[in-house]
């Protein structure tokens, strides 16, 4: 028995030196390189860090297809994700997210083909899960045991979900306004968790604060160089899911841009390795006008975004007022060909209405303002009818406010013209 766990171990070693493809990591700003194997929080420069890959070796030795034979979700992209040892991933099942197709609004704005990726599927209701899920696999990989963040919410859900699975201890902060449906799901799934009578960037700054006395990692927004990974899988998983045919346009709804960040990343290594051929998708950063930081740099021609000041929407997982990746999230909308857009409340409010109503998928106020966006890009021109968009719904829209819903009826005395009149 002795003999055949040895076996199965140096088997497991093996596939894992196989399986591990990163070659360096290095500042996204500066490029310069970094070692991997450790801990990393900012770049020397005070950037955020990318993790590099040996593609060619990717490309040589990992067949697209066969991958496809695995089980679907975001482990199935292992070669092109930072995890060395398998025993260090850390899950909860992450579904494959399906593209839902918006018929209604296809018929009635005459697009050719509009669809959803519903990322509301995932563990905790939100794409949040992707990224943490990377980040606290590769701090159990690097044996770090106590980790901390600022949240606006869904965020903080993930990183207390999957820090509970991975035994470790979380502590969160969370300004005075969260909803309180977040702040219990944190405490329900063992987070340490705290309002904070401030802005997201006071919680921040407990975070940095207490550091050295309370012995924490910071796994805020691009301040590790995990997270960026996880969310990059949902551009491998887009690209598998329409067999390697990438769509045209692509609306994220962005606060600290860890997705469109990590899908630009995706589609560039895709292409690299092989994976993927033409042109990529352009990619739209989707904004409320009350927090448009990264619209208004855009528009500027400017690289770096100014801090927004008194942002607000009912968009609460885009009220993200300044962006440490900014000039990611900038060049990679630019190097795409896309645009960055700025949508109001009222918009957003009317597609979070009308989405569930005509097309029966329900969807968060985020996921609502990239559909808001995207009918005025059409209506605009920006964006033609023929080209496949997709749009990202980020979180579940059971999670948020819902318009009330107050009609009665009385059993004894049914009033059956109200009911035709509904
Ligand atoms: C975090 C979040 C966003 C913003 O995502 P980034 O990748 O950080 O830009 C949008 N919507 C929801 C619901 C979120 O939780």
Redesign the pocket.
């Known amino acids: 028995m002795c003999h055949r766990s040895t076996a199965i171990h140096r088997y497991i070693q093996t596939k894992v030196t196989m399986n591990n493809y990163v070659s360096h990591l290095e500042c996204g700003f500066t490029g310069e390189r970094l070692t991997p194997n450790r801990v990393h929080a900012l770049s020397p420069a005070g950037k955020p860090i990318l993790v590099r890959y040996d593609l060619d070796r990717v490309s040589a030795e990992v067949d697209r297809d066969a991958m496809q034979l695995r089980p679907s979700g975001m482990w199935r992209y292992r070669e092109v994700l930072p995890v060395r040892e398998d025993a260090n991933v850390v899950s909860l099942n992450e579904t494959e997210t399906p593209l839902v197709r918006l018929h209604a609004l296809e018929s009635r704005s005459g697009a050719r083909r509009v669809d959803v990726k519903d990322e509301g599927r995932l563990p905790t209701g939100?794409?949040?899960a992707r990224?943490l899920g990377m980040a606290v696999s590769m701090a159990k990989e690097l044996g770090l045991r106590r980790l901390a963040m600022p949240t606006?919410?869904?965020?903080g859900s993930a990183l207390a979900a999957y820090g509970s699975r991975a035994g470790m201890e979380t502590y969160i902060f969370c300004p005075a306004d969260t909803p309180e449906v977040n702040v219990r799901e944190i405490a329900l799934q063992g987070g340490k968790v705290w309002r904070v009578n401030g802005l997201i960037n006071d919680c921040g700054k407990i975070v940095g604060a207490g550091k050295d006395r309370m012995g924490w990692f910071d796994v805020s927004?691009l301040k590790e160089p995990y997270r960026i990974e996880g969310?990059k899988t949902m551009g491998l998983e887009l690209a598998d899911q329409l067999d390697w045919r990438l769509p045209d346009v692509i609306f994220?709804?962005?606060?600290?841009?860890?997705?469109?960040?990590?899908m630009w990343k995706a589609f560039k290594e895709m292409r690299a390795i092989g994976w993927i051929e033409g042109a990529l998708p352009r990619m739209v950063a989707v904004q409320a006008s009350g927090c448009a930081p990264i619209v208004k740099a855009f528009e500027e021609g400017l690289r770096h975004a100014d801090l927004w000041e008194g942002a607000h929407t009912i968009?609460?997982?885009?009220r993200?007022p300044v962006?440490i990746g900014d000039f990611l999230i900038l060049d990679a909308v630019r190097e795409s060909g896309g645009f960055a857009i700025a949508v109001d409340d009222e918009d957003i409010a009317a597609a979070h209405e009308r989405t569930p109503k005509e097309d029966g998928l329900l969807v968060?106020?985020?996921?609502a303002a990239t559909i808001a966006a995207y009918e005025a890009a059409l209506a605009s021109g920006r964006v033609d009818p023929g080209e496949h968009a997709v749009l990202f719904n980020?979180?579940n829209g059971l999670k948020y406010p819902m318009p009330p819903s107050t009609a009665e009826i009385d059993h004894t005395a049914i009033d059956w013209d109200s009911i035709e009149r509904a």
């Not at 606006?152 to 965020?155: K, V």
């Not at 968009?315 to 885009?318: D, E, L, P, Y």
């Open positions: 939100s794409f949040k990224g606006n919410g869904n965020a927004t969310k994220y709804p962005t606060g600290g841009g860890t997705g469109l960040i990590g968009a609460s997982g885009i993200v962006a968060c106020p985020e996921g980020c979180g």
